[in-house]
């Protein structure tokens, strides 16, 4: 794949100094300075990803499905903690994709599948996914006229996976923000994450510099059901 002359790679640390000896993980995400809000990281995939890395000991050969991946971070870190990872962003963002796989090639993950799968759009790719373990978004939650689309698929994929979670950051950009009322359409639960449980409370997060951190914010959505027992991450 040919690298367009625009781009630049932001390497992030994950470190956890509690572990004898210390642990740390790197992850290189290129970035194409473009539009497409999908092309560059924002504060709330670094806040996911460090959620994944605290939980990495639970990734191994786990399916795990990151929607609207863009720069996939998050799920680049998965993947390189051992999960087996699909990332996807819109079929009608080609662009995107091509992000998808940069990164992948970046952090010589060589079996990441790439999807085009557009929220809202029960697509035969959709349909076909294998199980999964766990489905990831950063930000999906950005255009207020995006929200139902993206329940309706998270809906399907977690009606599909009943026992698996959508873990999802989205950041506080507007006090009309509301999700609650689609949630209940779709039968939906949602708990959410306070960021100082897994250390994401502070700027600067993975060597990241990025502003905004104080005001995103985590949630693990569930369907709601009286007969499945949901695994506690």
Request: hydrophobic residues 40%; aromatic residues 8%; proline residues 7%.
């Amino acid at each position: 794949m040919e690298k367009p002359k625009s781009i630049t790679v932001k390497e992030f640390t994950f470190k956890d100094d509690k572990t004898d000896p210390p642990e740390s993980l790197s992850v290189s995400i290129p970035e194409l300075l473009d539009p497409q809000y999908g092309m560059y990281v924002w504060p709330c995939a670094v806040v996911l990803a460090q959620y994944l890395w605290t939980c990495r000991e639970e990734l191994p050969r786990k399916t795990v499905l990151e929607v609207g991946a863009g720069v996939s971070l998050p799920g680049v870190l998965a993947a390189r903690c051992g999960a087996d990872v699909i990332l996807s962003d819109s079929a009608k963002v080609p662009q995107c994709l091509e992000n998808c796989r940069r990164s992948c090639e970046a952090n010589d993950l060589k079996d990441v599948q790439v999807l085009g799968l557009t929220w809202g759009e029960v697509s035969p790719d959709l349909v076909l996914l294998p199980d999964v373990d766990l489905i990831l978004g950063s930000d999906v939650f950005y255009e207020p006229a995006d929200f139902e689309d993206v329940l309706v698929t998270v809906a399907f994929l977690l009606k599909k996976n009943p026992r698996s979670q959508f873990w999802t950051t989205y950041q506080e950009r507007s006090a009309d923000w509301w999700i609650e009322p689609l949630l209940r359409r779709w039968n939906l639960n949602c708990v959410k994450v306070p960021l100082e449980q897994f250390d994401a409370d502070h700027c600067e997060l993975a060597g990241s510099n990025l502003p905004g951190i104080h005001c995103v914010h985590m949630m693990k959505i569930t369907v709601k059901t009286d007969q499945i027992t949901t695994k506690t991450w």
